[in-house]
């Protein structure tokens, strides 16, 4: 007779029978017997000691197995998957040996709820045909899942094979599964994006009529089928999934590129959208332009007065490659990420950013110094062109008859390259449609590359460095009010985060980087950051449960390394009163940062990294800011918020 089992659950909340909760695969049994629980505190501990078999890249998922063999799905939330990691904060990793006890998983419950899906949260013992009764437990609370009678004998009939089926019989499993499925799904002309899951191949088919869904359940290796949320998905189970669905990508290559991500877009509001595209753009490049902030900030420092060294011409000349280039060839880096996000080929992106800041162009820099000097003596650059001593200067005329347009490099420029970018890879996508194989490798290039680089210099550069310079410009000026600006940043950022449309102002950034070399956007937002760590700290040190308290501030620590999700979504903003505080908090350090002209070097980092971003003589400032903006978001809450609200 197999052994009866109790184990803690791995979530703080309400423990619930699987059968009761809206999800069919779980609620069947077909995963596994065990437990759900409903509205979950935000973290995911280890039951007992063993080991991660699975965690899947959106976090949101997680296979676990004990010392002595007991195999565990946590599936956290309905149709997570759909989310893309947003709201999760994986602490551990596949392969990772784990203790009883051990965090494993932070998540945002109101990310969740926001997103349009349920927290509910089912916990499962995959091999639950080896025990009997399977008992989960939790501060008092315990349900019992019971051994069928005919658990491990009987079952449904299997259907009979195809007679060609048998083809397939000798190919490894996930291949075999993966050709089946194939095939009684209605082929690949009829599968229109595949994904997966942590335990479901969830697929977009053309017509539902061609699927022979009894013959999909009866494939050895399938564990159940339905439709859900506009989906087909079929259950293969925990980490077999991912051979699965490697495999039927490979009968049908196009479908490599997934569904994830336009599903996760539908979801969103046309703000999120944009911040997101944004932020799948920007993203890959402030890694770079965080180290060139580093290296702007050390070469502040070796170069102050304070230190009164001198130095050889050619080392600051090595200096100077390092913190200028990605800033001079930033078109270059901007089209590559956004020619990967659109779907182009990257190589272009970067030729095409590259056309952009051509050396025989005037420089931007250059130019924009000029204006002044062509203002005060009442001159237009194109009269300007033809005096010797404003030569590359001004930039060259380029006269089409009915308009004059400006020739000029776009060097520290954002939004020409975002556009051009966007406009050269569905281009290039659109001569493919019909330009033959044989010619795609010479003439796709050419086409894209040159009627881009036209466009790019005749139309969208000159409109869209306009406007760059128009709306940039007024939140650069917005942001150099005294006190104003900053008090009104600082207290509404972290608002923003919540929203998910923070990447927006990855642009700014990196605007203003470019033309200043200094982002006072960054001082103000560290403030905003440590404010919310000061707020959940102080919540920590109240709270008289010292299992929650060990839990806060496990969540109030990456606070103070720049990342606020954990404490705003696990103890914050389910507070509320916390985070107006912390929010309190971040306009005033913002109102003084602004008031002293506080300026980082870099972007993408803040509190206790951004340290490195103001080694120019501004380190002091930088962390009394810092100090003032946590005191007020800790002695805030500390004082007028009680801790059993």
């Not at 940043?489 to 998910?500: A, K, R, T």
């Amino acid at each position: 007779m197999a052994k009866d089992i109790r184990i803690s659950s791995p979530l703080n909340g309400k423990l619930v029978p699987l059968n009761s909760i809206n999800d069919p695969v779980f609620a069947s049994g077909a995963m596994g017997r065990g437990v759900a629980v409903q509205n979950p505190k935000g973290q995911v501990f280890s039951p007992f000691d063993g080991e991660i078999t699975v965690f899947f890249p959106t976090g949101h998922a997680i296979g676990l197995k004990s010392n002595d063999g007991i195999e565990l799905l946590i599936h956290v939330g309905m149709d997570t998957v759909k989310m893309n990691g947003e709201g999760f904060t994986p602490k551990a990793e596949a392969g990772d040996k784990i203790k009883r006890g051990q965090l494993l998983l932070e998540f945002s419950p109101e990310a969740i709820k926001k997103a349009g899906y349920e927290t509910t949260t089912p916990v499962v013992v995959t091999n639950h045909a080896d025990y009997g009764d399977i008992t989960v437990e939790l501060d008092g609370q315990s349900i019992t899942a019971k051994a069928a009678a005919d658990e491990g004998g009987g079952g449904a009939v299997a259907l009979e094979k195809d007679a060609d089926d048998s083809q397939y019989d000798g190919l490894p499993d996930e291949e075999r599964v993966a050709k089946l499925i194939m095939k009684y799904v209605g082929g690949p002309d009829n599968v229109r994006t595949a994904e997966h899951c942590a335990t479901r191949l969830r697929l977009i088919v053309n017509d539902k009529s061609k699927i022979q869904e009894k013959k999909v359940e009866n494939i050895e290796g399938v564990k159940g089928q339905f439709f859900a949320a506009q989906q087909y998905q079929i259950i293969c189970g925990t980490g077999f999934v991912d051979k699965v669905t490697e495999e039927f990508i490979k009968l049908k290559p196009s479908l490599a590129g997934g569904g994830g991500k336009e599903a996760a877009y539908a979801e969103m509001s046309l703000m999120q959208k944009i911040s997101r595209t944004l932020g799948d753009v920007f993203v890959p490049i402030i890694p770079v332009l965080v180290a060139t902030g580093l290296f702007m900030g050390v070469r502040g420092l070796l170069t102050s007065e304070q230190l009164g060294m001198t130095w050889d011409s050619t080392f600051l000349l090595m200096t100077c490659v390092l913190t200028d280039t990605a800033f001079a060839f930033l078109p270059a880096l901007v089209c590559w990420s956004t020619m990967n996000k659109f779907g182009g080929t990257a190589v272009i992106g970067i030729v095409l950013g590259l056309m952009l800041v051509f050396p025989g162009l005037p420089n931007a820099y250059v130019v924009g110094g000029a204006a002044q000097e062509l203002a005060d003596k009442g001159i237009t650059w194109v009269e300007a062109y033809s005096m010797p001593e404003f030569q590359g200067k001004v930039p060259i005329p380029l006269d089409l008859g009915f308009v004059t347009i400006p020739l000029v490099g776009y060097q520290g420029s954002v939004l020409p390259a975002l556009v051009l970018g966007i406009f050269a890879a569905k281009f290039q996508q659109w001569l493919k449609t019909f330009i033959p194989d044989m010619i795609d490798l010479i003439v796709t290039p050419f086409l894209t590359l040159t009627v881009s680089m036209i466009l790019g210099f005749l139309v969208v550069g000159p409109i869209m460095h306009g406007l760059e310079s128009i709306v940039f410009g007024a939140v650069q000026s917005f942001l150099t009010i005294p006190i104003i600006g900053g008090l009104i940043i600082g207290g509404l950022q972290q608002v923003i985060v919540i929203f998910g449309v923070h990447h927006v102002f990855s642009a700014l950034e990196i605007f203003l980087l470019s033309t200043q070399h200094s982002d006072p956007f960054n001082a103000i937002i560290t403030c905003a950051t440590i404010a919310q760590g000061g707020a959940a700290l102080a919540v920590s040190l109240k709270t008289q449960d010292p299992r929650k308290r060990a839990l806060y501030i496990s969540s109030t620590v990456p606070a103070f390394l720049g990342i606020t999700e954990p404490a705003i979504f696990g103890i914050n903003l389910r507070l509320m009163k916390p985070f107006i505080f912390g929010c309190c908090g971040g306009a005033v350090g913002g109102a003084i940062s602004s008031f002293l002209g506080l300026a980082g070097t870099g972007m993408g980092i803040t509190v206790l990294p951004g340290m490195l971003l103001y080694m120019n003589g501004q380190i002091v400032p930088y962390i009394i800011v810092n100090l003032i903006a946590c005191a007020v978001g800790f002695a805030l809450t500390y004082t007028l918020f009680k801790h059993d609200e």
